[in-house]
């Protein structure tokens, strides 16, 4: 690194054109350079989650009118469980992490790499074979899954459907969610510029450090759990078989340790997306750093904490409805905090409308929705009549989809010109985000109404009194999908064929990733940057 | 607004009514500000920027009154649920059995039943049991639910106050015929309940 | 600079930083087994009578003696460091193929343990087993579970310090770069760690 | 970056080793032997005492935990941290308060 020659010539190479050992389709998927690892994921993600919305668009379209409208009940519940898998598994707990995290991490801590890159390659491989398995159960002999997401015993253990696949599937994306988040922990340990102390970090390492401890500590609990329920399938062990002993509501338990907190594996990185956002494009300082910083880590904290609120009308104790459901309150003010924050961050600002920043906006508008129903739900009395109906539907999908999903969408359109080199057209992403944002709520909004009044989830049918909802929902779902087609078109056409750019720092932005080039060389920087200010100075509104 | 058909329910829709106000309250706040903010220092009417670092006094009043509102919220959900979660002692006992994908209810003098038949103004305890996978029973009108799963004693239990068939619904998936496993919940006067029963 | 899957190698060297991806990666072990851990506590509260009966058919000494092969190996695993960082490669060597030693005894062990229990027909699905009761076959069913588990990773960590070893002979891991030998061992005594726990709470609760 | 190379050797004695592995032989030995006394319901607390104690050997002198920098050390904690509040709150819902 201290030949110049080379680092003058690597000056005009981006990362995109930088010649490995290998070159074509090798020089892609044996690089162990972060960025070309987050393009691999971003394709083959991208990918997944337009045949997860696919089956969604299905699932609704079944749902358009009561009895059979095009599929019939077993493959109906096979098309919720894949889509339950699809989006979450391979969508959105990887999404922002392996997309974005792996292309932008390093580069706003001022570092070449991650701290382990051969590790990181090795995640997307299996990542890779975990996708492949899921789709690979869909169509053997035996049946798609269709046990739902939640693979609730004993009905995983009964059903005559490939589920031991999809369990070892499962147990393979966790495994490579882990050493992702165990890869970014130890990157931002250890190699933070120099002058880069912790409260000099953009928010978005902060949001991917706090996940990092919630993938590297629950996940193994689900890990172990899955591989139980193969045992049970494979020799009767009889841990799971209520026969045999087997106590259902353990296995909620020892499923929900893991899974709450993947709630927060897949909002938490959003967030820090947003708190980029918000900033980037209202051109000041953010509201309360480390409120948001903090907050981060107090939601990973007490989100480990707050798994039974699934539970509550499972049979638990009093005293674990009452502890879990207490705990669950607490876990809503860190995300208040941010809620404010972020909206007091607008204050005074220079906002700009960019497509970016109309997502980051929609995205705290859901996602308000979306926490204040949870809290309708961590109220005992109330989750008690709510819990498996629709209504949560429409919460977790709030939730999950309009955070995990709108940070996607707005993360892309904020940083695809960052990592391509190359600009989308505006109007046709505007445009694609009113789509998006209105479809959104006509779809999932109905499903509080129908939840209330008591439409169970996970239905085929459904009395003739929930049609107008199901009908409204529906509807919604088909506007939603045009947004998302035009998202993808402009997307595509912006890598393939969008106008080329340069220029480093397109939005105003401060953190690093601004002061490399468009797109980024092979190892970021040509020196490394030393940290002498804070993340979102923005000097020029000082008075 | 669905039916109200006891003391319970009417707890729970007043804590419903209590919790969604405060919602809407916090959803419009933050929503008219997201639109004011967005208009009123939109770039072209304010092209320059002023930093704000925050403010110690903001972050510790909304820590403080969502903390508050919060617990209180949390407060009047653990009331009415410490209500559905002891039975009266005087309750009426009648298992129910899930399997799928149908309900059997087994009263104390042995009749069996598809349909949940009975008297109004009368505690009923429902004790709920499996013989395969996980159910829940689940009475919308009623407010209540509760998991029927094997090898695990749960009950819950209601009073209805009005006449009348209301749907009962498994809550729980459970496989190919889950939607199809709805049965009524039928209240019935007390003299006909009796004449259900003998016959 | 040639090739882009040594950079990271040969650059940038931070011992620091493989320690605490293996540390964090101990940590997963960990919780992986806190799940089943958690399993056994729950199910030892609920059938407490029948996992006292049930562990009566354990072989207290065996247990103990592989305990004491276990803290042993662990030992001869943290000489083979010291060894190395003093400069005798042999002894080094020589204490990391004693660990895959006492490693494979208590493989041999296991293995005559969980034939007799085969034997008598204590087997998962087993007739005999099933004619217990519930308590017994949750404990019998965790029993092998949770030793089964940790045996695998035994032949993991086995495996691992064979690989050690290779690297010792062609010097990959060295006086001064040990991380690799350090990371195994630490991988070695986390496997100690948990059959600390699983020895008492299988073998000592009669 | 490369300023990094900070090779200090870490590592205790062959004694301390030795000592260290003596007395985790003993602390099985204690644990077998008590195993045999009744108890009643502390047996099983006992028991785990000593494991604790093990592991703690094992992770401050085996593991280097004592020589490691203090982050090393927070780790740990967060992770032993997690768990046993796991357990504390699965517990809620099973025993009887």
Same mark, same amino acid.
């Given at each position: 690194?201290?030949?110049?020659s080379?680092?003058i010539?690597?000056?005009?190479?981006?990362?995109l054109?930088?010649?490995?050992?290998y070159?074509?389709?090798?020089?892609?998927?044996?690089?162990?350079?972060h960025?070309?690892?987050?393009?691999?994921?971003?394709v083959?993600?991208?990918?997944?989650?337009?045949?997860?919305?696919?089956?969604?668009?299905?699932?609704?379209?079944?749902?358009?009118?009561?009895?059979?409208?095009?599929?019939?009940?077993?493959?109906?519940?096979?098309?919720?469980?894949?889509?339950?898998?699809?989006?979450?598994?391979?969508?959105?707990i990887?999404?922002?992490?392996?997309?974005?995290g792996?292309?932008?991490?390093?580069i706003?801590?001022?570092?070449?790499d991650?701290a382990?890159?051969?590790?990181?390659?090795?995640?997307?491989?299996?990542?890779?074979?975990?996708?492949?398995?899921?789709?690979?159960?869909?169509?053997?002999?035996?049946?798609?899954?269709?046990?739902?997401?939640?693979?609730?015993?004993?009905?995983s253990?009964r059903?005559?459907?490939?589920?031991?696949?999809?369990?070892?599937?499962?147990?393979?994306?966790?495994?490579?969610?882990i050493?992702?988040?165990?890869?970014?922990i130890?990157?931002?340990?250890?190699?933070?510029?120099?002058?880069?102390?912790?409260?000099?970090?953009?928010?978005?390492?902060w949001?991917l450090?706090?996940?990092?401890?919630i993938?590297?500590l629950?996940?193994?609990?689900?890990?172990?759990?899955?591989?139980?329920i193969?045992?049970e399938?494979l020799?009767?062990?009889?841990?799971?078989?209520?026969?045999?002993?087997?106590?259902p509501?353990?296995?909620?338990?020892?499923f929900?340790?893991?899974?709450?907190?993947?709630?927060?594996?897949?909002?938490?990185?959003?967030?820090?997306?947003?708190?980029?956002?918000?900033?980037?494009?209202?051109?000041?300082?953010?509201?309360?750093y480390?409120?948001?910083?903090?907050?981060?880590?107090?939601?990973a904290?007490?989100?480990?904490?707050?798994?039974g609120?699934?539970?509550?009308?499972?049979?638990?104790?009093?005293?674990?409805?009452f502890?879990?459901?207490?705990i669950?309150?607490?876990?809503?003010?860190?995300?208040?905090?941010k809620?404010?924050?972020?909206?007091?961050?607008?204050?005074k600002?220079?906002?700009?409308?960019?497509?970016?920043?109309?997502?980051?906006?929609?995205?705290?508008?859901?996602?308000?929705?979306?926490?204040?129903?949870?809290?309708?739900?961590?109220?005992?009395?109330?989750?008690?009549h709510?819990?498996?109906?629709?209504?949560i539907?429409?919460?977790?999908?709030?939730?999950i989809?309009?955070?995990?999903?709108?940070?996607?969408f707005?993360g892309?359109?904020?940083?695809?010109?960052?990592?391509?080199?190359?600009?989308?057209?505006?109007?046709?992403a505007?445009?694609?985000f009113?789509?998006?944002?209105?479809?959104?709520n006509?779809?999932?909004?109905?499903?509080?109404?129908m939840?209330?009044l008591?439409?169970?989830?996970?239905?085929?049918?459904?009395?003739?009194?929930?049609?107008i909802?199901?009908?409204?929902?529906?509807?919604?779902s088909?506007?939603l999908?045009?947004?998302?087609?035009?998202?993808?078109?402009?997307?595509?056409?912006?890598?393939?064929?969008g106008?080329r750019t340069?220029?480093m720092?397109?939005?105003?932005g401060?953190?690093?990733?601004?002061?490399?080039e468009?797109?980024?060389?092979?190892e970021?920087?040509?020196?490394?940057p030393?940290?002498?200010?804070e993340?979102y100075?923005?000097?020029?509104?000082?008075? | 607004?669905?039916?109200?058909?006891?003391?319970y329910t009417?707890?729970?829709?007043?804590?419903?009514?209590?919790?969604?106000?405060?919602?809407?309250?916090f959803?419009?706040?933050?929503? $008219? @500000?997201?639109? =004011?903010?967005?208009i009123?220092?939109n770039? *072209?009417?304010?092209?320059? &920027?002023?930093?704000?670092?925050?403010?110690?006094?903001?972050?510790?009043?909304?820590?403080?009154?969502?903390t508050?509102? $919060? @617990?209180?919220? =949390?407060w009047?959900?653990w009331?009415?649920? *410490?209500?559905l979660?002891? &039975?009266?002692?005087?309750?009426?006992?009648?298992?129910?059995?899930?399997?799928?994908?149908?309900?059997?209810?087994?009263?104390s003098?042995?009749?069996?039943?598809?349909?949940l038949?009975v008297p109004?103004?009368q505690?009923?305890?429902?004790?709920?049991?499996?013989?395969?996978?996980?159910?829940?029973?689940?009475?919308?009108?009623?407010?209540?639910k509760r998991?029927?799963?094997?090898?695990?004693?749960?009950?819950?239990w209601?009073n209805?106050e009005?006449?009348g068939?209301y749907?009962?619904?498994?809550?729980?998936?459970?496989?190919?015929?889950?939607?199809?496993?709805?049965?009524?919940?039928?209240?019935?006067?007390?003299?006909?309940?009796n004449?259900?029963?003998?016959? | 600079?040639?090739?882009?899957?040594?950079?990271?190698?040969?650059?940038?060297?931070?011992d620091e930083?493989?320690?605490l991806?293996?540390?964090?990666?101990?940590?997963?072990?960990?919780?992986?087994?806190?799940?089943?851990?958690?399993?056994?506590?729950?199910?030892?509260?609920?059938?407490?009578?029948d996992?006292?009966l049930?562990?009566?058919?354990?072989?207290?000494?065996?247990?103990?003696?592989?305990?004491?092969?276990?803290l042993?190996?662990?030992?001869t695993?943290?000489?083979?460091?010291?060894?190395?960082?003093?400069?005798?490669?042999?002894l080094?060597l020589?204490?990391?193929?004693?660990?895959?030693?006492?490693?494979?005894?208590?493989?041999?062990?296991k293995?005559?343990?969980?034939?007799?229990?085969?034997?008598?027909?204590?087997?998962p699905?087993?007739?005999?087993?099933?004619n217990?009761?519930?308590?017994?076959i949750?404990?019998?069913?965790?029993?092998?579970?949770?030793?089964?588990?940790?045996?695998?990773?035994?032949?993991?960590?086995?495996?691992?310090?064979?690989?050690?070893?290779?690297?010792?002979?062609?010097?990959?891991?060295?006086?001064?770069?040990?991380?690799k030998?350090?990371?195994?061992?630490?991988?070695?005594h986390?496997?100690?760690?948990i059959?600390?726990?699983?020895?008492?709470?299988f073998y000592?609760?009669? | 970056?490369e300023?990094k190379d900070?090779?200090?050797?870490h590592?205790?004695?062959?004694?301390?080793?030795?000592?260290?592995?003596?007395?985790?032989?003993?602390?099985?030995a204690i644990?077998?032997?008590?195993?045999?006394?009744?108890?009643?319901?502390?047996?099983?607390?006992?028991?785990?005492?000593?494991?604790?104690i093990?592991?703690?050997?094992?992770l401050?002198?085996?593991?280097?935990?004592?020589?490691?920098?203090?982050?090393?050390?927070?780790?740990?904690?967060?992770?032993?941290f997690f768990?046993?509040?796991?357990f504390?709150?699965?517990?809620?819902?099973?025993?009887?308060?």
């Amino acid at each position: 690194m201290t030949d110049n020659s080379i680092a003058i010539k690597k000056e005009h190479e981006s990362y995109l054109e930088h010649k490995g050992k290998y070159s074509g389709l090798f020089g892609w998927i044996l690089s162990t350079d972060h960025k070309r690892i987050a393009i691999l994921y971003l394709v083959v993600i991208s990918a997944w989650f337009l045949i997860g919305v696919t089956l969604g668009f299905l699932i609704r379209l079944e749902l358009f009118t009561t009895g059979e409208t095009i599929i019939g009940p077993q493959t109906y519940n096979s098309f919720f469980t894949v889509h339950g898998i699809i989006m979450l598994f391979l969508f959105v707990i990887p999404g922002i992490p392996a997309i974005f995290g792996n292309f932008f991490l390093p580069i706003m801590i001022g570092a070449k790499d991650v701290a382990f890159p051969r590790l990181n390659l090795f995640t997307w491989y299996l990542y890779v074979l975990g996708s492949v398995l899921v789709i690979t159960s869909v169509f053997l002999p035996g049946g798609a899954p269709d046990s739902g997401w939640t693979f609730y015993i004993p009905y995983s253990v009964r059903t005559g459907t490939n589920m031991i696949i999809t369990l070892s599937a499962a147990f393979i994306l966790g495994f490579s969610s882990i050493l992702t988040g165990l890869n970014f922990i130890v990157t931002i340990h250890r190699m933070r510029a120099p002058g880069m102390g912790w409260f000099k970090m953009p928010l978005f390492p902060w949001a991917l450090y706090a996940t990092g401890w919630i993938q590297v500590l629950v996940t193994p609990i689900i890990g172990i759990t899955l591989l139980l329920i193969i045992f049970e399938r494979l020799f009767g062990v009889g841990l799971f078989d209520p026969s045999l002993g087997g106590d259902p509501v353990l296995y909620q338990h020892l499923f929900w340790i893991y899974s709450h907190p993947a709630v927060y594996i897949m909002a938490v990185p959003a967030m820090g997306v947003i708190s980029e956002l918000i900033t980037v494009y209202s051109h000041k300082t953010i509201f309360g750093y480390k409120a948001i910083a903090f907050s981060s880590l107090a939601i990973a904290l007490f989100g480990s904490l707050v798994w039974g609120h699934h539970m509550f009308s499972s049979g638990m104790s009093d005293t674990a409805n009452f502890v879990f459901s207490l705990i669950t309150f607490v876990v809503a003010i860190p995300s208040a905090i941010k809620v404010f924050n972020w909206t007091a961050t607008l204050y005074k600002g220079s906002i700009e409308l960019e497509p970016p920043m109309l997502f980051a906006l929609a995205f705290i508008f859901l996602f308000t929705i979306g926490g204040l129903t949870g809290i309708m739900q961590g109220t005992l009395s109330l989750d008690i009549h709510l819990t498996d109906t629709t209504f949560i539907v429409g919460h977790f999908h709030y939730v999950i989809f309009g955070t995990a999903g709108f940070g996607v969408f707005g993360g892309l359109y904020h940083w695809i010109p960052k990592m391509f080199g190359r600009l989308y057209n505006k109007k046709m992403a505007k445009v694609s985000f009113w789509f998006l944002f209105i479809g959104f709520n006509i779809l999932y909004f109905p499903m509080f109404v129908m939840g209330w009044l008591g439409m169970p989830r996970r239905s085929y049918d459904y009395l003739p009194e929930y049609q107008i909802y199901h009908e409204i929902s529906t509807v919604g779902s088909w506007i939603l999908i045009i947004g998302l087609v035009i998202l993808v078109y402009t997307i595509i056409k912006a890598i393939k064929s969008g106008e080329r750019t340069s220029e480093m720092n397109y939005c105003g932005g401060e953190t690093l990733e601004w002061y490399v080039e468009t797109p980024p060389t092979h190892e970021n920087f040509d020196e490394v940057p030393v940290i002498t200010g804070e993340p979102y100075a923005y000097k020029q509104n000082e008075l | 607004m669905i039916a109200q058909v006891s003391n319970y329910t009417q707890s729970v829709d007043n804590t419903f009514i209590i919790v969604t106000g405060i919602c809407v309250f916090f959803l419009l706040l933050i929503t $008219v @500000l997201l639109v =004011f903010f967005s208009i009123r220092y939109n770039k *072209k009417r304010n092209p320059k &920027a002023l930093n704000i670092h925050g403010s110690t006094k903001l972050e510790v009043i909304w820590t403080i009154i969502p903390t508050l509102i $919060v @617990l209180y919220i =949390f407060w009047i959900g653990w009331v009415d649920y *410490k209500e559905l979660a002891n &039975a009266p002692k005087d309750s009426m006992v009648i298992q129910a059995t899930a399997s799928m994908w149908q309900w059997k209810f087994t009263y104390s003098n042995g009749k069996v039943a598809d349909t949940l038949y009975v008297p109004v103004n009368q505690n009923i305890k429902m004790k709920l049991n499996a013989t395969d996978v996980d159910h829940s029973f689940y009475i919308p009108a009623f407010r209540i639910k509760r998991d029927a799963m094997p090898n695990t004693n749960n009950s819950t239990w209601f009073n209805a106050e009005k006449l009348g068939s209301y749907t009962l619904f498994c809550a729980e998936y459970c496989g190919l015929n889950h939607s199809k496993m709805i049965t009524k919940l039928k209240v019935v006067s007390k003299e006909d309940f009796n004449n259900w029963l003998n016959k | 600079m040639s090739s882009e899957g040594n950079v990271a190698v040969h650059v940038h060297r931070d011992d620091e930083a493989s320690k605490l991806g293996m540390w964090l990666f101990l940590f997963t072990e960990l919780t992986l087994f806190g799940g089943l851990f958690l399993m056994y506590s729950v199910y030892r509260y609920t059938h407490q009578a029948d996992f006292h009966l049930a562990a009566q058919n354990m072989n207290t000494f065996i247990g103990a003696l592989n305990t004491a092969i276990l803290l042993t190996s662990s030992l001869t695993m943290a000489l083979s460091i010291t060894a190395l960082q003093r400069g005798s490669k042999k002894l080094s060597l020589s204490f990391q193929a004693i660990t895959i030693f006492f490693g494979l005894i208590f493989l041999v062990n296991k293995y005559f343990e969980w034939s007799h229990e085969f034997h008598i027909g204590n087997f998962p699905g087993s007739e005999s087993l099933l004619n217990k009761s519930q308590g017994e076959i949750l404990f019998f069913g965790l029993y092998y579970v949770m030793t089964g588990l940790h045996g695998l990773h035994v032949i993991i960590g086995m495996a691992v310090i064979a690989v050690m070893m290779k690297f010792t002979i062609n010097n990959v891991i060295t006086r001064t770069n040990y991380v690799k030998l350090e990371a195994a061992g630490l991988y070695w005594h986390l496997v100690d760690v948990i059959w600390i726990f699983l020895f008492p709470l299988f073998y000592l609760i009669s | 970056m490369e300023g990094k190379d900070k090779h200090t050797i870490h590592n205790h004695s062959y004694t301390a080793y030795i000592i260290v592995w003596l007395a985790l032989l003993t602390f099985t030995a204690i644990t077998v032997a008590v195993a045999g006394i009744n108890f009643g319901n502390s047996t099983i607390a006992i028991a785990l005492i000593i494991a604790s104690i093990k592991t703690y050997l094992v992770l401050t002198i085996f593991m280097h935990l004592k020589l490691e920098n203090k982050t090393f050390k927070i780790f740990v904690i967060i992770a032993i941290f997690f768990l046993v509040i796991s357990f504390i709150l699965l517990f809620s819902d099973y025993s009887n308060i």
